[in-house]
């Protein structure tokens, strides 16, 4: 589309700069499921991201001299100059260590947008996300005289234009709620009960949440294998209020409820962050995902936390580490009040 842009004179002609396009791209279908295309929902960033990077590139090309596509340090001290900062020969070449991660000597392309886009911009700030819904369009002005009944809108088909599907978080507050109702009825706590339990020996196990969670309607929602290993785990340990056996007893029931809801709530927030699917987090992921957290962090900040999680330094991180952390960071919620 930008090669035809630019011979026909378009919209586009000026953005023919493959490195440009190539981080755009990159960084426009890692908000979807897939991350190896830029979906419908990510077409508005897509075309935010054509021009922000088209414009970094401009930037580095300027500094770039000698046109190998990599900046040295004699390029960087002089390049900042050049755009206007007054910085001594210390700090250029501190920018410049900064920029260069792999100390290679060389600053590249994409090194050079990293450290821009984190320098200038924080997880608040800019997500790169998108929930695929369309911005509110402003009122137009009341109409003056006789009003007219509105006609119901149909879509293409001469149906009624489908409800807006509900995000899982969204799902997860309404299902909350019920559970919130749940936990002060008796009645229906020993229903759920003798549906876990349903040999009758006042113990449940692992293999019967799981079993559920698969069967049952209601809970199908919480059908997350890591989240109901993780909140199995955390009742039946001391530090989640049980007694430390292999099992979950009554009077562990109404924690295991909660403990389910809270896991599995962290687990849609993990997997949104995890674009690449394999169930792992690395720090790009990490940073990007901030905002799902509710967490306002710098570059540096960032770093710190996601060492502070990743306890084997392995670069990536698991969905108990990251369950652990969080709890640490924020106090689980008590329903019993």
Not at 231 to 254: C, I, L, M, P
């Given at each position: 589309?930008v ?7 378009g919209l ?31 077409f508005p ?11 970094l ?5 300027d500094i770039?001299?000698?046109?190998d ?32 991660g ?10 050079f ?28 002005p ?27 978080r ?97 687990w ?43 306890e084997?330094d ?24």
């Amino acid at each position: 589309m930008v090669v035809e842009h630019a011979a026909s004179g378009g919209l586009f002609k000026n953005f023919d700069n493959k490195p440009a396009l190539m981080r755009a791209y990159k960084a426009s279908c890692r908000g979807g499921k897939k991350g190896d295309w830029v979906e419908r929902g990510e077409f508005p960033f897509l075309l935010r991201n054509m021009f922000y990077f088209d414009k970094l590139w401009d930037v580095f090309d300027d500094i770039d001299v000698d046109d190998d596509r990599r900046i040295d340090e004699a390029e960087m001290t002089a390049g900042l100059k050049k755009l206007g900062f007054e910085v001594t020969g210390k700090e250029a070449a501190k920018i410049f260590d900064a920029i260069d991660g792999n100390d290679g000597g060389k600053v590249l392309f994409d090194e050079f947008c990293k450290y821009t886009s984190n320098a200038l911009c924080s997880s608040k700030t800019l997500s790169l996300t998108f929930d695929g819904e369309n911005p509110v369009a402003a009122k137009p002005p009341r109409r003056i005289g006789r009003s007219q009944r509105k006609k119901k809108k149909k879509n293409h088909t001469g149906r009624k234009p489908r409800r807006r599907k509900r995000s899982p978080r969204e799902k997860f507050e309404s299902f909350e709620k019920d559970i919130r109702r749940m936990l002060g009825d008796r009645k229906q706590m020993r229903v759920i009960w003798k549906t876990l339990d349903f040999n009758g020996n006042n113990k449940v196990s692992l293999a019967e949440i799981d079993k559920m969670c698969v069967q049952q309607p209601f809970w199908q929602l919480c059908n997350n294998k890591p989240a109901l290993m993780r909140a199995y785990k955390y009742t039946t340990s001391k530090a989640g209020g049980g007694d430390g056996d292999a099992w979950v007893e009554r009077f562990e029931f109404s924690k295991l409820l909660i403990h389910i809801v809270y896991f599995n709530k962290l687990w849609s927030v993990f997997d949104d962050i995890d674009t690449g699917d394999d169930r792992r987090i690395d720090f790009s992921e990490f940073c990007c995902g901030l905002c799902h957290l509710g967490l306002d962090m710098g570059v540096e900040e960032a770093e710190e936390a996601f060492d502070e999680i990743d306890e084997n330094d392995g670069g990536q991180i698991l969905f108990d580490e990251f369950c652990v952390w969080y709890a640490k960071k924020m106090k689980m919620p008590d329903y019993d009040s």
